[in-house]
């Protein structure tokens, strides 16, 4: 029996308005925010680490639900994807780096991040260098890299379906998540804001010790530190549920995690570094400098206090604290004025400084024998205990410690 015409009228009236799903306007935002969370889950577990890093292999079951999913969900191919993201590492912070804000604005990258992703993705060279050890499979030659922009209109379809008219608009910020989260906030702020557990060799930050939004990717520092980890946190105060997810897929025989941060073991203190501490030292060498970060930091804290018990003007130490546990070449020109006035007129900090470089120069000076570093080894360790400052001292016996 055909409905009369004002029947089919109202009933389109209300599929516009509603869709197959009555749902009030909160529950809308809870299924906009659980698909976009999934495709966060998606990129961060199966893009990123199984598949650019190959931190973790994954089960044929979310291996595949993953690669769906980014079809529908982002149109982005998989080849490429993990190319441009090799590359980013590979040639960070430098003038081929497809998204360094260091070389392109942070606007640029923020803003831009999609533009830059699809620039990229059109440079064969690229593709070809990095893209190796991705799926080939008929799926992947066929439906996911053919018919790309085909996935999210499938998206589309159903949004339209479940929800009239809205679904439109919850469609939109589906497509608008990566592009902004990660190819904007993750790739643009990660590299020019937050802070730092480690001296990395780039410009890579911590947005967030609570890696929660972007599944983990704010722990970017960490990432870039550790990039064949498949866990980002490292402090116990840090989050990373891309990591939670990984931990209850082992459990269930859906991931083999290959890879995690190394953690420096301690033992009894040596009479002298050997060969042994060394190995320890170069292996665990980021979170060894994160040690001795912290006991300048602390020594600066001192002399300030000091500083201030005489009332003398604390504004040059102030403004140099930030600097004195950082590579040199990390330092801006414009704070090395105030970091050599600060050096100057504290003898102790100076002395800190100093050996902290001599101690990074035991792993980048390549042309030294292993017996010749372990003999400069030996030597920085009797110099710091010898120097009379404490937080050398400790650092050097913590250092006698530690195990290869």
């Known amino acids: 029996m055909l409905l009369p015409d004002w029947a089919v009228l109202n009933a389109a009236i209300d599929w516009l308005g509603h869709g197959l799903w009555n749902l009030a306007w909160w529950q809308v935002v809870l299924y906009t925010l659980a698909t976009t ?15 650019a890093h190959r931190a973790l292999d994954l089960h044929a079951i979310p291996s595949h639900f993953f690669r769906f999913w980014l079809w529908i969900g982002t149109g982005m191919v998989t080849k490429e994807w993990v190319a441009i993201h090799r590359k980013h590492h590979a040639k960070c912070e430098t003038v081929d780096d497809p998204h360094s804000p260091q070389t392109r604005g942070l606007d640029t990258v923020m803003w831009r991040g999609a533009e830059l992703y ?5 440079n064969a060279e690229t593709i070809k260098k990095f893209g190796h050890g991705t799926p080939d499979d008929w799926m992947e030659r066929n439906v996911y890299t053919r018919y790309g922009w085909q996935g999210v209109g499938l998206m589309l379809i159903l949004d339209l379906a479940l929800f009239g008219a809205l679904g439109a608009a919850v469609w939109a910020v589906q497509m608008l998540w990566i592009p902004f989260w990660a190819a904007g906030v993750v790739n643009g702020v990660g590299h020019y804001w937050g802070y730092r557990n480690f001296e990395a060799q780039d410009a890579s930050t911590n947005l967030s010790p609570w890696g929660i939004i972007i599944g983990g990717e704010e722990l970017h520092n960490n990432h870039h530190t550790y990039p064949t980890s498949a866990k980002f ?35 009894d203190v040596k009479p002298v570094a050997d060969e042994k501490t060394l190995e320890a030292l170069i292996a665990n060498r980021y979170e060894v400098m994160a040690g001795y970060a912290r006991g300048v930091r602390q020594a600066c804290k001192e002399e300030i206090a000091a500083l201030k018990a005489r009332q003398a003007d604390v504004s040059v130490l102030q403004a140099a604290k930030r600097w004195l546990p950082r590579d040199a070449e990390k330092v801006p020109a414009i704070a090395l004025p105030q970091l050599a006035q600060a050096r100057a007129a504290h003898p102790a900090l100076d002395k800190m400084v100093t050996m902290r470089e001599e101690l990074r120069q035991l792993w980048l000076n390549t042309s030294q024998s292993r017996e010749q ?21 400790e650092f ?9």
């Not at 840090?238 to 941060?261: H, Q, R």
């Not at 030996?378 to 050398?392: D, K």
């Not at 050097?396 to 290869?404: G, H, T």
């Open 233 to 267: 946190s490292v402090k116990p105060y840090e989050f990373d549920i891309g990591w939670v997810y990984i931990s209850l897929m082992k459990k269930i025989g859906w991931a083999t995690v290959k890879k995690v941060p190394p953690k420096l073991q301690l033992g």
């Open 396 to 404: 050097s016996l913590r250092l006698r410690a530690a195990q290869a």
């Open 118 to 122: 699809r620039a990229e993705s059109k």
């Open 37 to 51: 969370h999934i495709t966060i889950a998606a990129v961060t577990i199966f893009l990123h680490r199984a598949q």
């Open 373 to 393: 570093l372990t003999a400069d080894l030996q030597a920085w360790c009797r110099r710091a205990e010898e120097s009379g400052i404490s937080a050398l001292r």
